[in-house]
């Protein structure tokens, strides 16, 4: 057995598991939270990894971190630099550092807990685990931008997708579920939580993605508005006089469910619908429809597809969304049973809710685990 601890590091929170993997078997030690980073408590990341240092130290009634193998960092923007689980030493920190450009609110802050535990932690090694790594599959003709060449090879404007981890750890998952091999798992994976993307996986490779540069592409998600005409940006620059920064935040966190209905969480708008809120049913329509168009699309490029699968916090859990969107693909065969989509919520273990739909549970933690232990011991 080989312990790891799992980091997710936040503007201003800093989430944690320390885990135990072994042949056959995983096991969450200890797990929390470190919030309000940046207040006087917890002034930076430094100190917020201070605090999970005594939580877990045997002293204090904590696991210990004797025998710790490795650190895993998810890292959300890794570029083309960084398409596999990555130890860091400083020349992979200025690279990080460097593609903070591509991931202004998330490379930062997972880059300062990764030098606070290289620093705190100096003889275990810290493993990056990029969140754009599963997307380095994707062929050019997909991640390439129709516009100017020279600029996008300039600033680095192509197509890089996001919830890679997850739609990894739920591809082997589903590959198991279906008595195939990863090799063999043909699907198409809706990562459904308040961030949504949708992954077309072919012989168990993402071969397209709906989120690109940044996460704010594709479907409507809780604050984003997903793919908008273009245009829209300059006319509210030209019309409504709105600076960039105005625009990046309208677009990233006052759209999506939070622009339609003012609520970001699917299951207050739900809650509205059911009780007979016109704009929340409408807002639910709309996310569902552009949902189900995404997975319809990518339909198209996977070849005998095995099944269409949710997972993520709404994806688990709401049988009301995943009955909108599979319900204008019942006629290709991806429809639900709704007695057992309405039993399929928060499924420990992956589950059939409709011949070729199943609901398979992610688990980031474990999936960059395994990638940690992958490297530090080959």
């Not at 006087?40 to 939580?55: I, T």
């Not at 890794?78 to 991931?103: K, N, Q």
């Not at 275990?124 to 991640?143: E, N, S, Y």
């Not at 090879?153 to 279906?178: I, M």
């Amino acid at each position: 057995m080989s312990r790891v601890l799992v980091v997710n590091a936040g503007s201003s929170s800093l989430k944690y598991q320390l885990r135990e993997h072994g042949p056959g078997r995983a096991e969450v030690l200890a797990k929390g939270l470190v919030e309000r980073i940046g207040s006087d408590d917890v002034p930076d990341h430094a100190a917020a990894l201070s605090q999970v240092m005594d939580a877990l130290a045997a002293e204090r009634g904590g696991p210990g971190l004797d025998g710790l193998a490795g650190v895993g960092h998810r890292v959300v923007q890794g570029g083309t630099r960084y398409t596999d689980p990555t130890v860091v030493d400083d020349d992979v920190e200025r690279g990080i550092d460097e593609l903070s450009a591509l991931a202004p609110l998330h490379n930062p802050p997972q880059l300062a807990a990764i030098s606070a535990l290289r620093r705190a932690l100096p003889d275990v090694p810290q493993v990056a685990v990029f969140d754009t790594a599963f997307h380095a599959t994707i062929p050019a003709r997909a991640a390439t931008y129709a516009v100017d060449a020279e600029v996008a090879r300039r600033y680095g404007l192509r197509k890089y997708g996001f919830h890679g981890t997850s739609v990894q750890v739920v591809t082997k998952r589903a590959a198991a579920f279906l008595g195939v091999p990863v090799e063999g798992a043909d699907l198409v994976v809706a990562h459904v939580g308040n961030g949504v993307s949708v992954t077309a996986v072919r012989g168990g490779r993402s071969v397209d993605t709906t989120m690109g540069l940044t996460p704010l592409a594709g479907a409507a998600m809780g604050t984003r508005s997903g793919d908008v005409d273009p245009a829209i940006v300059m006319t509210l620059v030209r019309e409504a006089g709105m600076s960039a920064s105005e625009v990046d935040d309208l677009l990233n966190k006052r759209s999506g469910l939070k622009g339609l209905t003012g609520e970001s969480d699917v299951r207050a708008v739900q809650a509205r619908a059911d009780a007979g809120d016109e704009a929340a049913r409408a807002a639910l329509e709309v996310y569902c429809y552009r949902l189900s168009a995404a997975v319809g699309s990518f339909l198209a490029l996977v070849p005998r597809v095995r099944a269409v699968v949710f997972t993520a916090g709404v994806g688990e859990n709401s049988a009301a969304v995943r009955a909108g969107v599979c319900a204008p693909l019942g006629h290709l065969g991806f429809g639900v049973d709704p007695a057992l989509n309405e039993a399929a919520r928060g499924p420990a273990e992956p589950v059939r809710i409709g011949e070729k739909v199943v609901v398979v549970p992610t688990d980031e933690e474990a999936e960059i685990a395994d990638q940690v232990l992958a490297v530090v011991t080959r």
